[in-house]
Nanobody, 126 residues
Framework: QVQLVESGGVSVQAGGSLRLSCTFS????????IGWFREPPGKVREGVAT???????DYDDSVKGRFTISKDNDKNTLYLQMNSLKPEDTAMYHC????????????????????WGQGTQVTVSA
């Protein structure tokens, strides 16, 4: 059974840091694409960062230089290190895996992914 389970979301002040984790099942360990999305309040789900099967990483422009995505295959865990957090980073953060079609990058539509986690809430206060 494919499972993606996120953790690490909390409330922090602007300028702070957080590390999110997403544990995934062995089935998704060799996924063609795995990444983080976020859903701000009242807005559509948007891509944050992705890693493809070759380890190529892409970030949305809004998080470049502040967020770092990484994957530990031995632990079956995907991470998102978030630094210099801003109030506009407030969102439900989801990890997703296995792209149905197309190129793996942060701008891919959320509905192109097969597997999703339930999400973890990040709230950044000013």
């Amino acid at each position: 059974q494919v499972q993606l389970v996120e953790s690490g979301g909390v409330s922090v002040q602007a300028g702070g840091s957080l590390r999110l984790s997403c544990t995934f099942s062995n089935h998704t360990a060799g996924s063609n694409c795995i990444g983080w999305f976020r859903e701000p309040p009242g807005k559509v789900r948007e891509g944050v960062a992705t890693i493809d099967a070759d380890g190529v990483i892409d970030y949305d422009d809004s998080v470049k230089g502040r967020f770092t995505i990484s994957k530990d295959n031995d632990k079956n865990t995907l991470y998102l290190q978030m630094n210099s957090l801003k109030p506009e980073d407030t969102a439900m953060y989801h990890c997703a895996a296995e792209l149905l079609d197309g190129y793996c990058y942060a701008g891919v539509s959320w509905d192109e992914f097969t597997y999703w986690g339930q999400g973890t809430q990040v709230t950044v206060s000013a």
